[in-house]
């Protein structure tokens, strides 16, 4: 009898697992992946939709069109996990395992910050339309980009927002009109430290107003002023508040999560705590690197190898490092890119067309490449 595999969530993680291990074990297990809505939305065009340069029909695809044809896809949403009996349960029915992977991503609480009615965001659809209008609105004025709570998806995505402002403001011809502040929950600008100085230089040249230390505690409408944990107050004319973060709901109500709701995993195996026949990758997960694509892909490998050693009997072979590639685009065509893993923290040199072109390379051949693990290394670079 081939084993069953059942995997959650159809995005980055969900989507290279189940099509690695189809492609691996034909005969021995039957791979099927359960998605909420069976769509697949390549999350960092969001920026791109806010800022005009991207249409929302071309970051989603139906995520059948991504899978083998020997993966099976169920849309349906997961609502409880039972560890004892290896069973799913689904809003319309019920699923059972002999392994499971967790790969149901984050989810945006932004209801968890008082008068957050009145701020922006881009962490999805909706929100990422609103912002690209709001900002072909914006003649001139105070805008502030400030951070909800961490851990967020993409770290660097608040500085790259900030960077694009100028950018796009630049281009409007109206720079001299729009006074940018940039609120950094932390004891830096850029949430990697080696990064820090030349994203902090590059925000300084753009005449970027910059404030550490503002863990943001609610939002006043009416005064239009947000209020820090640390007791300091800034007004806005235009808010963009990065909205805090959950695990998924299906991650809570089962109690596989911490408090945050992100599962708690083996750091090198990416087992859940407590149960070998369970694996977690992404943002789902509550390891100690940045909720980013680039980590699912990496860890995705693992993932498979563990289930086929476990499955053949043989020890793994593979362990996950930490690693992570993540890219900053810094307006004016110019980027930055970040390789790092646990071990070694990223030495990238400073912005660059090189590191913007390989950004918008991979944005474009995005559907191609990742869903099948086809990324050729030149584009990832590698940790020193
Ligand atoms: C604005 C922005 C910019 C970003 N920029 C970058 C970048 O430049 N580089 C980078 O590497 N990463 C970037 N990211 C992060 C990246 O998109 C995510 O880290 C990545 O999508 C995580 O993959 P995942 O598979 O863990 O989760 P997701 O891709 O979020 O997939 C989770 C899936 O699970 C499904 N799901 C959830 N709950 C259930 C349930 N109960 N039942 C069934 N299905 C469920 C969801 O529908 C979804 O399809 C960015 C993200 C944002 C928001």
Redesign the pocket.
């Known amino acids: 009898m081939p084993k069953k595999v059942v995997v959650?969530?159809?995005?980055?993680?969900?989507t290279m697992v189940a099509n690695a291990l189809a492609k691996e074990l034909k005969k021995e297990a039957e791979v099927t992946i359960?998605?909420?809505?069976g769509k697949?939305?390549y999350?960092?065009g969001?920026?791109y939709i806010s800022f005009g340069k991207e249409k929302p029909h071309k970051i989603v695809k139906d995520e059948r069109k991504l899978l083998r044809k020997n993966v099976g896809l169920v849309v349906?949403?997961?609502?409880k996990i039972d560890k004892e009996d290896r069973r799913v349960q689904l809003a319309n029915g019920s699923l059972d395992y002999d392994y499971l992977v967790l790969?149901?991503?984050?989810e945006i609480h932004p209801e968890e910050i008082q008068g957050y009615e009145d701020a922006h965001h881009?962490?999805d659809m909706q929100a990422s339309v609103k912002l690209k209008n709001a900002l072909a609105r914006f003649n001139g004025g105070k805008i502030v980009v400030a951070i909800g709570g961490v851990p967020y998806?993409?770290p660097p995505?608040p500085a790259e927002s900030i960077c694009l402002l100028d950018y796009y403001f630049h281009k409007r011809g109206i720079r001299k009109k729009v006074d940018l502040w940039f609120m950094s929950p932390l004891v830096r600008i850029f949430p990697l430290e080696t990064v820090d100085p030349f994203v902090a230089r590059a925000m300084e040249e753009k005449n970027v107003n910059t404030q550490t230390f503002f863990n943001v505690e609610y939002v006043d409408p009416k005064k239009k002023m947000v209020h820090s944990l640390e007791g300091e107050s800034i007004d806005y004319d235009l808010l963009i508040l990065i909205p805090p973060h959950k695990g998924?709901?299906?991650i809570r109500d089962s109690e596989l999560g911490d408090r945050g709701g992100w599962i708690l995993t083996d750091r090198h195996t990416l087992q859940a705590e407590n149960a070998d026949d369970l694996y977690a990758?992404?943002?789902?997960t509550n390891l100690p690197v940045s909720?980013?694509?680039?980590?699912?892909h990496y860890e995705s490998p693992i993932v498979v190898d563990g289930i086929v050693s476990d499955m053949t009997g043989t020890p793994p072979s593979k362990k996950y490092d930490g690693r992570v590639t993540?890219?900053c685009d810094g307006g004016f065509k110019k980027g930055i890119m970040m390789d790092f893993d646990y071990e070694h923290p990223p030495s990238p040199p400073p912005f660059s067309r090189r590191a913007y072109w390989k950004k918008i390379l991979f944005n474009k051949l995005y559907w191609w490449l990742l869903p099948k693990d086809r990324l050729p290394g030149f584009l990832m670079g590698s940790v020193k």
């Open positions: 959650l969530g159809g995005g980055v993680g969900g359960v998605d909420e809505d697949h939305v999350q960092p969001f920026v349906d949403k997961a609502v790969a149901t991503g984050a881009f962490y998806r993409c995505a998924a709901q299906v990758i992404g943002d789902a909720k980013s694509g680039a980590a699912a993540c890219f």
